[in-house]
């Protein structure tokens, strides 16, 4: 069944309808008196509706947003390796949609610098450019330390829970080898600050960098660099909790900064061989 301007579905008085087609199309209409209110035709027993315009837009803005986070993921994590050529055709049927909202999709993962189209060819996974990413962890010093500054003062005994317990699933992942665990981690960290700086603008100028250098992390953590960089997101959260416990919140903008300083030269080590 595919989404259009309006949505037709037939269906003989069940209390409970669930409209099955594509997982990402799942809905479900709870009462039967709500089909009545929306207005039906009546034939043999059978109801026909006509889903509201702007029940079926947001439908379909949704299912472009799960499109959208499921190639994403697939690109950072590497399960679409940098060169690799995405057809659209062959997504939309993967999908289940036409090819239009794959289109737009595309073009938001390219806005994002994730993709880039070549002409006749199709949309290719960007390349990963070491010289690119290293300037961008330059800016990442600047903004992240930002961030912190304003983070500190508003750090709650609620977030000092949280950065516990993340130190504690970080010990339980230096004994088993997960490294999209330990990436979630490190993001879930970084939410904590997000929250306590409470400013969305400097949060997605964050993420954006972030996940620009992502797939960089992500490549040495599957390899045999695992060890050292769980060790590296503990230590950091073992000395966020020590400033917190200890009432003195002005060293967290060092740690932070001394920590993505680190990291970044760990990458260069693997990747530039410099020492």
Request: avoid cysteine; aromatic fraction near 0%.
């Given at each position: 069944m595919s989404f259009h301007c309006s949505l037709w579905v037939a269906m003989a008085g069940m209390e409970n309808i669930a409209l099955n087609c594509h997982p990402l199309h799942a809905l479900y209409v709870k009462n039967i008196e709500f089909i009545r209110r929306v207005g039906y035709l009546k034939k043999f027993n059978w109801h026909i509706i006509k889903m509201p315009r702007n029940l079926i837009s947001n439908l379909s803005e949704g299912m472009k947003e799960n499109i959208y986070n499921t190639l994403r993921e697939r690109i950072l994590y590497l399960e679409y390796k940098p060169g690799q050529i995405l057809n659209e055709k062959v997504l939309a049927d993967e999908f289940g949609v036409s090819r239009s909202p794959i289109k737009e999709v595309l073009s938001r993962l390219e806005w994002d610098q994730f993709i880039r189209v070549i002409p006749r060819t199709g949309s290719m996974v960007t390349e990963i450019e070491f010289s690119r990413i290293m300037n961008v962890y330059q800016v990442r010093f600047e903004i992240e330390s930002f961030e912190t500054n304003l983070a500190k003062e508003k750090l709650s005994t609620e977030h000092g829970k949280q950065f516990e317990h993340l130190h504690g699933t970080c010990q339980r992942l230096i004994e088993e080898k997960n490294p999209r665990g330990v990436t979630e981690i490190d993001i879930a960290l970084r939410n904590i600050?997000?929250?306590?700086?409470?400013?969305?603008?400097?949060?997605?100028?964050?993420?954006g960098l972030y996940f620009q250098t992502f797939r960089v992390w992500f490549s040495i953590l599957a390899q045999n660099e695992y060890q050292d960089e769980v060790a590296a997101v503990q230590i950091e959260l073992k000395k966020i909790m020590e400033c917190l416990i200890s009432g003195d919140k002005n060293d967290l903008v060092t740690i932070r900064r001394t920590q993505l300083i680190n990291h970044f030269e760990r990458l260069r080590r693997k990747f530039l061989g410099v020492l």
């Open positions: 600050l997000h929250d306590a700086a409470g400013n969305p603008v400097l949060a997605d100028l964050s993420d």
